[in-house]
């Protein structure tokens, strides 16, 4: 779980290394691909942080309604461009006419951002409550 949460983190290094080059088609269409990954790996760790094996797939609603599924509340930006995330995983790669929207890209940036302070701090207190069940647990057995 730990290790796509860096793994979202270099998509969104490469995004934040090519937004200076926003609206060059090269750079729209590499922060396109690179900011649909950082979302898809941010919420398969969230999936998998709630104890499933996330699916293989690329699809951003599928993977937003496991999620909520679990109990994770996602931030309406999340479902709002989920289609468009979707899109821009295959056509970023393969279509040469990728529609790319500088508004929609904003919107993935704050899905991305929030769900993973988000998982971050739930991660932190999961580990924090381990560590005082097993210091309370030394103390009985001790």
Known sequence: MKSLIKYADWDMYVCKKIEPDLPDEGAARAVAYHIQQAVEKILKAYISFYGENPPYKHDISQLCDIAERLGVVLPSEAKEIADTLTLWESKARYDPYVSFSLLKYEKA??????????????????????????????????
């Not at 971050?120 to 647990?137: C, G, H, Q």
């Open 109 to 142: 940036k704050v899905a991305y951002e929030t769900l993973r302070k988000n998982l971050v701090i739930e991660v932190s207190e999961a580990e924090e409550a381990t560590k005082t069940e097993d210091s309370e647990t030394c103390r009985k057995d001790g």
